[in-house]
């Protein structure tokens, strides 16, 4: 009877375990498909704003180029691509308006916004410029390009840019790397989960067989372990799994 009320016991809490681990599992499952979609979120957010990052810069830099190349050739091409950029790709806009977008920092912002002002510092020069490449007075014009104040505005807009660019980096990798170990730490609690099923799917097997092994009725349909149907106490005994007999108060009976 104690062994009865052992086993019952046993197979309880294996089932409580199993249930549990099972809870666990699908947890941790929801959990992995929602982080897993963060990380490419951010993946795909980190691409976005290094490419529109990019775009801001490689617009300010392609006007400084195309003002610079009108006035030392006077060929009207750069001129019309200095306009067009200006006027109608207004890539450096645009790339500022989807890091925005998208979601930037403060200290960000702080960075584009002392970039913006220094290119439009350049502005004035670069009219004059293209004023008298149009005259025909290259000399003149390169001295607005090549100068001491518009040399010092780029360089000062060249290491915003390298600022910029590190800091932006430095930001979405640290949360890709965040989420990421969030994904491997859910893929843990996940095996340790089906170890867990397994392990007690395992020993509630190992019990049903002991069970059958120590527990199953004497011959004569006498109950195991208790009294027989004349009501004398016996023991029933086995031996690899094999009825060997009942024993009666010292007798072996087959």
């Not at 002002?117 to 502005?123: D, F």
């Not at 004497?218 to 149907?229: L, S, T």
Request: glycine content about 8%; hydrophobic content about 40%.
């Amino acid at each position: 009877m104690k062994k009865a009320i052992n086993q019952s016991t046993l197979t309880l809490i294996l089932s409580g375990v199993s249930v549990l681990a099972l809870l666990l599992m699908l947890f941790s499952m929801i959990s992995y498909s929602n982080v897993t979609q963060q990380l490419n979120e951010a993946n795909e957010e980190r691409y976005e704003l290094t490419y529109n990052a990019n775009r801001f810069m490689n617009g300010s830099s392609y006007l400084t180029e195309e003002v610079r190349a009108f006035a030392a050739t006077c060929d009207q091409e750069h001129y019309d691509n200095y306009l067009n950029e200006v006027n109608v790709l207004k890539n450096r806009d645009q790339g500022v308006a989807a890091m925005q977008e998208i979601g930037i920092t403060t200290a960000e912002q702080g960075m584009i916004d002392q970039m913006a002002a220094l290119s439009n510092q350049l502005v004035p020069l670069e009219e004059e410029a293209m004023k008298e490449a149009q005259e025909g007075q290259r000399e003149a014009a390169l001295t607005y390009v090549y100068g001491e104040d518009y040399g010092k505005a780029i360089a000062q807009i060249k290491d915003l840019k390298e600022q910029f660019l590190s800091a932006l980096d430095s930001r979405s990798l640290a949360k890709v790397e965040q989420l990421q170990k969030e994904t491997n730490s859910i893929q843990l609690r996940m095996f340790f989960a089906m170890a867990l099923v397994a392990a007690d799917q395992a020993a509630a097997a190992g019990g049903g067989h002991h069970q059958e092994e120590h527990y199953q009725p004497g011959a004569g349909g006498k109950i195991p372990g208790g009294r027989d149907i004349q009501g004398k106490s016996f023991l029933p005994l086995w031996s690899g799994g094999q009825y060997l007999g009942d024993r009666y108060a010292g007798k072996l009976h087959p």
